[in-house]
């Protein structure tokens, strides 16, 4: 297991290098997105005028509040409590969200599955996981909202977070085919088997 810092946007070559168990801290800039967002970007072919090559994406719809627009403060928006939802329902978005915005990095809760490993392993990605319930900490990890942009689906709207140490994360599925969640999963399938089979019975 090994520790990354990386200063965002990251390389192709740098995501590559995680392994599962390994964790991140990342430094600079992150992305806030969620189901909406990707339906209107995908579904609706809405363009964004950020630019996320290279970038995390994670899956959220903050709770934020209105401010005066100032230099610290440039969208009028401040950081309530930046929580981490589900991420298995936006599994049919992954690949072309790597593909045609560029990201290398989701951040979600719960992992997600088989097309979201293969679009890591075809174009370099890996997923990096937040326990449940830990949004206050999360926010914590936030210093400012930079930009917005889609704010008429807001909350799913697309944000630009300033971020300052936002971890450790654990990294859950890399490029290579290791997935947290399929061991878990293969792990309990295995235990159930044995214990039908000590009280004799079938499926």
């Not at 589900?86 to 978005?93: A, K, L």
């Not at 992954?94 to 290398?104: N, Q």
């Not at 235990?191 to 004799?200: C, E, H, M, S």
Request: with cysteine; charged share 25%; net charge negative.
């Amino acid at each position: 297991m090994t520790h990354h810092v990386f200063e965002t946007p990251v390389t192709e070559a740098q995501v590559r290098a995680l392994r599962i168990n390994d964790t991140v801290t990342l430094e600079k800039t992150l992305f806030g997105i969620r189901d909406g967002t990707l339906i209107a970007m995908f579904d609706r072919d809405r363009r964004t005028t950020m630019d996320l090559h290279g970038h995390a994406v994670v899956h959220t719809a903050p709770n934020v509040r209105k401010i005066p627009v100032t230099n610290e403060c440039p969208t009028g928006y401040a950081p309530l409590c930046i929580g981490t939802t589900t991420s298995q329902r936006m599994e049919r978005f992954t690949r072309p969200l790597m593909e045609r915005e560029g990201v290398r990095v989701i951040i979600g809760k719960g992992g997600m599955g088989p097309l979201t490993q293969a679009a890591f392993r075809d174009l370099g990605g890996a997923y990096l996981a937040v326990i449940g319930g830990a949004a206050a900490l999360e926010t914590t990890w936030i210093e400012a909202i930079d930009e917005v942009d889609m704010d008429d689906l807001h909350p799913e709207s697309l944000w630009r977070f300033r971020i300052k140490g936002f971890g450790p994360l654990l990294v859950t599925m890399d490029s290579h085919g290791g997935s947290i969640y399929d061991r878990v999963q293969d792990e309990a399938k295995a235990r159930r088997a044995k214990i039908l089979a000590d009280l004799g019975a079938s499926e």
